[in-house]
Nanobody
Framework: QVQLVESGGGLVQAGGSLRLSCAAS????????MGWFRQAPGKEREFVST????????YYADSVKGRFTISRDNAKNTVYLQMNRLKPEDTAVYYC?????????????????WGQGTQVTVSS
């Protein structure tokens, strides 16, 4: 089992920044690629970004490319999502997730473990 706990959400004005963190415990963190997803009210959960086990490869949804940066610190068992130039449409609950898959995966059903989510609200 892997336990994931997100933090760092909050209320921010459009154009501002937030950094989300996701602390992992349980099994060896570096054995898992990590992803961030989000779910806005009334919408399906959508992929945001993923990072490989070593941190050497990253992938982003087109909607966040150039504004968000995913990173990880395997020594601290933590994955981050730096969100810059936030827009009201970024408002959602953000979830981190862990996958044992060896390839880049962007579908939520490919992820094995999930955190409880953290709310991000961007005001206009």
């Amino acid at each position: 089992q892997v336990q994931l706990v997100e933090s760092g959400g909050g209320l921010v004005q459009a154009g501002g920044s937030l950094r989300l963190s996701c602390a992992a415990s349980g099994r060896t963190f570096s054995n898992y690629a990590m992803g961030w997803f989000r779910q806005a009210p009334g919408k399906e959960r959508e992929f945001v970004s993923t990072i490989s086990r070593s941190g050497g490869s990253t992938y982003y949804a087109d909607s966040v490319k150039g504004r968000f940066t995913i990173s990880r610190d395997n020594a601290k068992n933590t994955v981050y999502l730096q969100m810059n130039r936030l827009k009201p449409e970024d408002t959602a609950v953000y979830y981190c997730a862990a996958t044992s898959r060896l390839i880049v995966v962007t579908k939520d059903f490919d992820y094995d473990y999930w955190g409880q989510g953290t709310q991000v609200t961007v005001s206009s």
